[in-house]
């Protein structure tokens, strides 16, 4: 098992940036393909970026591409969102997820059903 803790959300302006964490605790990151999801007010939990097993893969929506950045430190057990020219429409909780995958080492998994563990979420509010 593993245990996700995020931090790093906030309020910011439109066009501002932050960086979320997420730190794993419990058993080997490595192991792992870690995703970010959100869930805006009144709508369904959905991807936001991914990264393989291995972290030579990542994906991500096509709403943040360009914008938003994916990286993982295994040393640190640690993944990090960083976030780009943020729009109000962005303001969400942000989650954290992971998977096992140790037979799949190059998937990013963008479905949740995929995710057996998450964690508590962020909130990340963009003002206009």
């Known amino acids: 098992q593993v245990q996700l803790v995020e931090s790093g959300g906030g309020l910011v302006q439109t066009r501002g940036s932050l960086r979320l964490s997420c730190v794993g605790s419990?058993?080997?990151?490595?192991?792992?393909?870690v995703s970010w999801f959100r869930q805006a007010p009144g709508k369904e939990r959905e991807f936001v970026a991914g990264?393989?097993?291995?972290?030579?893969?990542?994906d991500y929506a096509d709403s943040v591409k360009g914008r938003f950045t994916i990286s993982r430190d295994n040393a640190k057990n640690t993944v990090y969102l960083q976030m780009k020219s943020l729009k109000p429409e962005e303001t969400a909780v942000y989650y954290c997820?992971?998977?096992?995958?140790?037979?799949?080492?190059?998937?990013?998994?963008?479905?949740?059903?995929?995710?057996?563990?998450w964690g508590q979420g962020t909130q990340v509010t963009v003002t206009s």
């Open positions: 419990g058993n080997t990151f490595s192991n792992y393909a």
């Open positions: 990264n393989s097993m291995n972290g030579a893969n990542t």
């Open positions: 997820a992971a998977s096992l995958a140790p037979l799949r080492p190059t998937a990013v998994f963008t479905d949740q059903t995929y995710y057996n563990y």
